[in-house]
């Protein structure tokens, strides 16, 4: 499904990624570990097309993507990759439906349709009673499931965290990567997670381990 050949990717003087190549199969839970600064956030940048590489390509679905201009990386971006980010994102002014419905109403969806979406999705993700809330009204495992919701709104093929359980209690950060997991089951999605959590690189299908910008393991 992913396909990472000879990637390099430097901010100044400093080369973060240093000849990166990979493959990731689809319905994978595939996580990326290594120290802080090994470059695990700018190959998670680079293959959700949030940045482009220096050197190399990165093919998606059999697309070069960084071969389309900024209109077409954006049209992709939005039908075929979800976001999850340690910090979750959320808009404050809006409900958690509010939230979830936001990227299909920017792909051009109509609100009825995307007011249902939402509720099936918060359904699944047990979040029914607090489709009212906004965040300030819910729990940081509540936002964290809000903000999953918002990642699968528009059904990607691929889900990227950054650190998703970071600042998560230990329960709430169990209960996440469980969630990761049905949901490759249920919907056949492909995860790539950067974390420091031992426990769900452990869990995962694949562990890529970074190190000063290259791949150890």
């Known amino acids: 499904m992913i396909q990472v050949n000879h990637v ?5 003087s400093l080369k973060v990624l240093k000849d990166i190549s990979l493959e990731v199969q689809s319905s994978q839970v595939v ?14 940048h680079l293959i959700g097309t949030l ?19 900024d ?27 509010e939230n979830v419905m936001l990227p299909m109403l920017i792909a051009g969806q109509s609100k009825q349709s995307a007011q249902q979406r939402a509720a099936e999705l918060l359904d699944f993700l047990k979040l029914s009673d ?13 936002q964290q499931r809000v903000a999953v919701a918002r990642a699968l709104a528009n059904n990607p093929d691929l889900i990227l965290a950054d650190e998703p359980s970071g600042n998560l209690d ?5 209960k996440l990567h469980q969630l990761f997991f049905e949901l490759r089951d249920r919907f056949h ?3 790539i997670i950067v974390t420091h959590n031992e426990e769900l690189a452990k869990l995962s299908d694949r562990c890529i381990e970074l190190r000063d910008g290259q791949i150890s393991k």
């Open 8 to 12: 390099e990717k430097s901010y100044g």
């Open 31 to 44: 996580t990326i570990v290594g120290p802080s600064g090994a470059g695990k956030s700018t190959l998670l």
């Open 51 to 69: 940045d482009r590489p220096d050197k190399g390509e990165i093919i998606i679905d059999d697309v070069k993507v960084h071969g389309l201009n």
């Open 71 to 97: 209109d077409q990386l954006s049209d992709f971006r939005s039908s075929h990759i979800g976001f999850v980010f340690q910090f979750h994102h959320l808009l404050p002014e809006f409900t958690a439906m």
């Open 130 to 142: 607090r489709v009212g809330h906004k965040p300030s009204e819910l729990s940081g495992g509540e």
């Open 170 to 174: 230990t329960e709430n950060a169990q």
């Open 189 to 191: 999605q492909t995860f």
